[in-house]
């Protein structure tokens, strides 16, 4: 018995080519599809890092306002801390004011979350992702000490007119309020430095500190 192949109409070696042309046809359109993908990421990440340091340089004044602030914050502290202990002793004490201080505010992340919700940061480089995913730990990091920092200077407040009316159960409480703040002052200052410092590696630029916020935050309580 024999098998009788099918002959193209003109001869394998036409049938061949016109394959192969086919063939070339559809390599050149994937790559054509690929270096369209690869224009449009290429252009959503420019745009992205655009979104991601308008976000940066907002929050950046803030971060560059605490570092400044933090020894004008710390000698308040200090001198809420000695009129907390005049008063434990029944020391005559100054009628107070407002006692929170400037402490800030201002900090976004919308085109971090905006951004990697359209997939467009898994194509960055890998170093490029890294330095930005290690500032906005950072700022969520920083969001959790600047709400604690809130409480501790609430709970400070109860200070305001006539410190002497406090009793001992206010005093304790003041005390730990204060211990507190301390520490999430020096914290607070610590990671804003550090966020600088990664904004300067991406190139975002850093404002300048308003000075009358700073004077502001400076001045006696």
């Given amino acids: 018995m024999h098998v009788h192949l099918p ?42 890092r655009i979104s991601l340091s308008e976000d940066m340089h907002q929050s ?53 979350e905006t951004n990697r919700a359209a997939q467009t940061l898994t194509h960055f480089d890998r170093k490029t992702l890294s330095l930005y995913g290690s500032y906005y730990l950072g700022l969520d990091n920083i969001d959790q000490f600047m709400l604690s920092e809130a409480g501790d200077w609430g709970i400070l407040r109860v200070l305001e007119g006539n410190p002497s009316r406090l009793g001992p159960m206010d005093i304790a409480g003041l005390r730990v309020a204060v211990k507190h703040a301390s520490f999430e002052n020096d914290i607070i200052a610590q990671i804003s430095q550090g966020e600088l410092e990664a904004s300067k590696l991406l190139g975002v630029g850093v404002p300048e500190p308003d000075k009358s916020r700073v004077a502001e935050v400076c001045r006696p309580l």
Wanted: aromatic share 8%; proline share 4%.
């Fill in 7 to 48: 002959k193209p109409l003109h001869g394998w070696r036409e049938f061949a080519g016109e394959v192969g042309i086919i063939v070339l046809g559809v390599l050149i359109a994937l790559g054509a599809e690929q270096t369209i993908e690869a224009i449009h990421w290429h252009r959503e990440v420019r745009t992205a």
């Fill in 60 to 112: 950046n004044g803030f971060f560059a306002f605490r570092v400044v602030a933090h020894d004008c914050i710390a000698r308040r502290l200090t001198a809420v801390n000695e009129i907390i202990e005049r008063v434990a002793k029944h020391e005559p004490v100054p009628i107070l004011g407002e006692v929170i201080p400037d402490i800030g505010n201002g900090l976004r992340k919308n085109a971090w």
